[in-house]
């Protein structure tokens, strides 16, 4: 045992003499059994009471997804669904404080991912299925949404006054197009055009006008979709730059890998988890379970950080990419963790 300390120590003095304090608290923690973002934690809340009240006797039987979003007026808030299964989800609405700013509960699951809604005034401003937030502080209503199909892998987002929903649809992309009362007047699917079957795990999009993609020259919707690789057995993710002027266009009448800028391929990204977005780069999991890559648009890995060694967190990232919040859903607890990027 002794031997075996000593041998650990040799493998990381040298790392830790080149890092910052900081550094050397994260990385002393990707190294021991506890969550990296317990290193990187600035602020906590105790939910075990909301969610022992609202999950009754289904404690066994429920998942949950965070999702951070930020409108144009410059508002962030951050999301927390619990859902039942069988049967029901809660959303419940943060400050970036993580106080507790209101929950709705409804009776079936929906998979709509969380977005900033253009709706008719005065509102609602944020939509998680059928929930819609509005005002200041937000009141949640129930709303008949759009059904789109309740698949988890829908991605959301607004420009110019209407509402986009995505999804991987085997070797398509579906894009569904939505107006300020939630009528779909456009469903057009778009071939992804590669030579293998990718699957959409996420998209980016920024809400500020001057928030100008130096590729295109203007506000993009980036596609994160990933595949595997038979040749060499691994998988790889893939970021398609698509220009947000172009929405529902750009799912008629192209090839997503012929007509638009795609990334180098980044290999050993884990293909079943969600794919983030921020001001700072893309964030991703690695293959390597809770550690994290932070990617540049054009595919290139700035830097690895851990997350935890648990199975996948329920988390997502502010769009500056300072912050990113996990729920803990073996002891109901909302953190809010410093990325450090």
């Not at 209503?141 to 309740?150: A, E, F, H, L, S």
């Not at 929903?165 to 939630?182: A, H, K, P, V």
């Not at 990419?321 to 963790?337: T, W």
Request: with cysteine.
């Amino acid at each position: 045992m002794v031997k075996r300390f000593r041998f650990v120590l040799l493998l990381v003095t040298p790392l830790l003499a080149s890092l910052t304090a900081c550094q050397v608290f994260v990385e002393l923690f990707s190294l021991s059994p506890f969550p990296g973002y317990l290193a990187q934690a600035v602020a906590s809340v105790d939910l075990s009471t909301e969610i022992e009240k609202y999950l009754e006797d289904d404690e066994k039987l429920w998942e949950s997804d965070v999702y951070v979003t930020k409108n144009g007026s410059d508002e962030e808030y951050v999301f927390l669904i619990v859902r039942k299964d069988p049967g029901g989800q809660c959303v419940y609405a943060f400050d970036t404080s993580l106080n507790l700013i209101s929950k709705k509960p409804i009776d079936f699951p929906s998979y709509i991912h969380l977005f900033d809604a253009n709706t008719t005034p005065p509102g609602p401003y944020f939509v998680a299925g059928d929930v819609g937030f509005s005002g200041s502080p937000l009141i949640p209503t129930i709303n008949p949404y759009p059904d789109v199909g309740n698949n988890w892998d829908n991605y959301a987002f607004s420009h110019s006054g209407s509402n986009f929903t995505l999804r991987s649809n085997g070797s398509q992309i579906e894009c569904n197009m939505f107006d300020f009362d939630w009528a779909n007047f456009a469903m057009t699917p778009s071939n992804i055009g590669s030579p293998t079957d990718m699957q959409l795990r996420g998209i980016g999009y920024d809400y500020d006008p001057s928030a100008v993609d130096p590729v295109l020259g203007e506000n993009a919707v980036y596609l994160f979709l990933h595949s595997w690789d038979d040749s060499s057995d691994h998988g790889f993710l893939q970021i398609v730059r698509t220009a947000a002027s172009s929405y529902p266009d750009v799912a008629s009448t192209i090839d997503l890998y012929t007509d638009w800028p795609v990334s180098n391929r980044v290999y050993d990204v884990r293909g079943e988890n969600r794919v983030f977005y921020t001001r700072k780069g893309v964030v991703a999991e690695s293959k390597d379970r809770g550690t994290y890559y932070l990617l540049t648009l054009d595919g290139k890995i700035e830097k690895r950080f851990p997350v935890t060694r648990d199975h996948r967190p329920a988390m997502d990232f502010d769009i500056d990419g300072d912050y990113y919040y996990v729920f803990d859903e073996h002891n109901y607890r909302l953190y809010k963790a410093n990325t450090g990027f």
